[in-house]
């Protein structure tokens, strides 16, 4: 049998999913539409909604449940159908009225990956209608078997749940080759993400097997045994889908057992048909098996790869052609094979186990030869068999009206003992949420969105947050949350009475003296000047830093704040600009890189006075400050220089 891969310059052919757009044109009623009644909700449009007689809760008898203030409409549910006219919408200002159907507009998930846009095969099997509904659930188990996989890939992070190298024998199957690293990232690389491409089902979980070894670059070779050791071993991990892009021209008894074996404990299995075509009957094994699903190759034009094999076997075909994927050299690359195709089929399989993961492997292969997209002959064919696997028809068919669970999530905000929880962020996809039930850590439960709560004692409390929606299924969402009498006071005070900066580095000439302005308010304070003439003329350039460290993670609001007079080069430069000259700033920094939060410079006027500053600062932070002064030049130094005193770091909270 000729090797599965072969790797090939193409052109790729993007495509560029269109969704239809609504018409903006709105009716009222239509008498000859269906009946109003009670209980239904209408869109009410305003031509100036201040001046309508809307409020939060009620219009003219009805409910309303939402007021858009930016284009004036307001949400109605009917309480007396009879008060409802279609002349409503030609008084009181009323622009138009129009029956509110939830499921009117429709989304389609594309995901951020960069690109995605050269990964024609997934708009082509419908995974972006499908991803709306699922990327995968971390319940499902898809086993790949082949060559390994390049963990430490950039769009692979993560997503390997279980592995085992059986040529090697060992518990790490890295990839040498490059082909199952390229097949694993079309099952399951990161998705949506802002990295590379992505993967048919990014969420379930990825087993890795390797069977063939590193003997060749892409066509990589292996035995049976080992290719039956990896299928047991994936059925007894508990995998729901093995996927195997490999292949002999020959039937191994012993691959064939271990295939009865998956099988019978309900294990999908999907193997390439083969790359031998052109041919009339030249499915390869495993595929060729009455208990393997043989996958055959599609181009970006649906129709078959020259090199496809075919035959009676065949059941599903799926892209292969020019597909983009991660590979082993830690970037991408362009592959041609039905071990391309086949990774596609077995991703849509752990999409459907998402939705319904009940189905049998009998039942979840007729659903997936059922919806595929016929091609070629009517009815099954040698060549593309049921057809191409089209993962949106297929979630379609298996699930039904499944929920989708809610999403719990809430903030907490606290000042002292006392907390607000906002819950307003938790979300249900498909439905709305019913209820939102607390417990507070103290003993204490509370309902609502938003509640509000008194501690009576200082310390941490686990609080929970319980949403439960229309369908009656709940999610949770646990935070820690620690109150205190206060959080208020001084995380730094330094005010340089007993003549020494106790909390500060300095340099240059920087220090805490009283030489200089003794008639000043406070004896001592940090300057930079010299004690013997009061200027900072050193006869060079001349610069220094005063820098001091604080913690701000009990903070809520921290604030810098000091008193501070300058005097430095005036702005009185005549034709030369001064803007290069005498620089002062306040600096800080949580990391490698400082950042200005104030400044001043020659082109300020000098403050002789004393004058208060204060600036915000990053909360929960490990912070370095300091005061900077530099003149730039050796010319023009002969002023007094800059003085600073009754630096604070506070709570401003």
């Known amino acids: 049998m000729a090797a599965l891969s072969s790797q090939r310059a193409a052109l790729l052919v ?131 078997i082949d060559t390994g996989i390049d963990q430490d890939h950039e769009d692979l992070q993560n997503t390997v749940a279980e592995q085992r190298d059986f040529v090697g024998d060992d518990g790490t199957a890295d990839d040498r080759c490059g082909h199952g690293t390229h097949v694993a990232g079309t099952v399951s690389a990161n998705t949506d993400n802002g990295i590379g491409v992505a993967g048919t ?167 997936m030869n059922t919806t595929a997209r016929d091609l070629g002959d009517a009815g099954h064919d040698n060549e593309f068999g049921h057809g191409e696997v089209d993962a949106a028809a297929l979630l379609d068919a298996v699930g039904g009206d499944t929920n989708e669970p809610p999403q719990a999530s809430f903030t907490a905000d606290c000042t002292e003992l006392n907390c607000t929880f906002d819950a307003s962020n938790a979300t249900d996809a498909d439905g709305n949420l019913t209820s939102y039930d607390w417990d507070l850590g103290d003993g204490t439960t509370a309902t609502g969105e938003v509640v509000d709560h008194s501690y009576e004692a200082e310390g941490t409390y686990t609080v929970t947050l319980t949403v439960t929606d229309d369908e009656g299924t709940q999610d949770d969402a646990t935070t820690d949350v620690t109150v ?63 820098t001091f460290s604080v913690d701000t993670s009990d903070a809520r609001s921290p604030q810098l704040a000091f008193e501070h007079r300058w005097e430095t080069e005036s702005t009185s430069c005549g034709l030369i600009s001064c803007s290069g000259y005498d620089h002062m700033r306040v600096e800080q920094r949580t990391g490698d890189d400082w950042t200005t939060i104030a400044e001043w410079t020659s082109l300020d006027d000098n403050q002789p006075n004393w004058t208060s500053a204060s600036y915000d600062l990053p909360a929960d932070a490990s912070l370095e400050l300091r005061f900077v002064f530099d003149s730039r030049d050796s010319q023009a130094n002969d002023y007094e220089g800059w003085f600073v005193d009754d630096v604070t770091v506070a709570d401003a909270s």
């Not at 209980?39 to 449940?65: K, N, P, Y």
């Not at 994936?234 to 191994?252: H, K």
């Not at 064939?256 to 998956?262: E, K, L, M, R, T």
């Open 201 to 367: 089902a990014d969420g379930v979980n990825l087993f890795v097997a390797k069977a063939l070894s590193d003997s060749l670059v892409v066509q990589c070779t292996g035995s049976s045994s080992d290719i039956a050791d990896a299928i047991t071993w994936s059925t007894d991990n508990g995998a729901d889908v093995i996927s195997m892009s490999l292949g002999s021209s020959s039937a191994s008894s012993t691959i064939g057992q271990a295939v009865d074996y998956a099988w019978e404990r309900g294990v999908l299995l999907v193997a390439a048909a083969g790359n031998d075509g052109q041919c009339s009957d030249c499915v390869g094994y495993p595929a060729a098996r009455e208990r393997v699903v043989a996958v055959t190759c599609t181009d970006s034009d649906r129709q078959q790869c020259s090199f496809s094999s075919q035959g009676p076997e065949a059941e599903l075909a799926a892209p292969g052609d020019d597909i983009l994927s991660t590979y082993n050299d830690g970037g991408y690359t362009q592959l041609d094979g039905t071990s391309m195709s086949t990774p596609h089929v077995s991703g849509a399989a752990g999409l459907a186990l998402s939705v319904d993961p009940s189905l049998t492997n009998t039942e979840l292969r007729d659903a």
């Open 484 to 546: 205190s009498g206060s959080t208020s006071g001084a995380i730094l005070e330094e005010t340089f009475d007993d003549g020494a900066a106790q909390s500060f580095a300095l340099s240059g000439l920087w220090h805490v003296t009283d030489a200089c302005h003794a008639a000043d308010s406070s004896p001592n304070h940090l300057a930079y000047t010299q004690d013997d003439t009061c200027t900072y003329d050193t006869g060079d350039q001349t610069n220094g830093t005063a």
């Open 14 to 144: 993007a495509l560029v999913l269109l969704v239809p757009t609504a018409s903006l044109a709105a009716t009222g009623p239509d008498p000859a539409g269906p009946p109003v009644a009670a209980g239904d909700r209408w869109i009410v449009g305003f031509a100036d909604l201040a001046a309508a007689d809307v409020d939060d809760d009620e219009w003219r008898g009805h409910t309303v449940l939402d007021v858009n203030d930016a284009i004036g409409f307001a949400v109605v549910e009917l309480e007396d159908p009879a008060s409802f006219h279609l002349e409503d919408r030609h008084r009181d200002n009323v622009e138009y009225v129009e029956r509110e159907d939830p499921t009117a507009y429709v989304t389609l998930f594309t995901p951020d990956d960069p690109r995605y846009d050269e990964q024609y095969g997934f708009p082509q099997i419908q995974t972006p209608t499908a991803w709306d509904t699922t990327l995968g659930s971390a319940d499902v188990n898809v086993s790949v």
